[in-house]
Nanobody, 114 residues
């Protein structure tokens, strides 16, 4: 499985961005897709997950601001981020799991200015 993340950029506080993660390869075997982020000097942290059945889960800090969705026809998972704050600045990574095997995308940088 290969994952290609995109959509990051510079945005002012209160703004929005939509990240995309395009999957290729053994897509039908993917159990779930997730987004993580890693801020400068911090550990990578989990943001959200969507299962094969479409069930979604979010980290508490999302507080209703982010939304994960998928377009199966395009093999793409999206992360819509609204009301962005400077503390959301990080490299965002998408992740796929097939059984116990983990695949990571290359990351896309989101910078939120105050």
């Amino acid at each position: 499985v290969q994952l290609q993340a995109s959509g990051g950029g510079l945005v002012q506080a209160g703004g929005s961005l939509r990240l995309s993660c395009v999957a290729s390869g053994r897509i039908s075997a993917i159990n779930a897709m997730e987004w993580y982020r890693q801020a400068p000097g911090k550990q990578r942290e989990w943001v959200t997950l969507i299962t094969r059945s479409g069930t979604t889960y979010y980290a508490d800090f999302v507080e209703g601001r982010f939304s994960i969705s998928e377009n199966n026809a395009k093999n793409t998972v999206y992360l819509q981020m609204n009301s962005l704050q400077p503390e959301d600045t990080a490299v965002y990574y998408c992740k796929a799991m097939i059984g116990a095997i983990v695949y990571w995308g290359q990351g896309t940088l989101v910078t939120v200015s105050s």
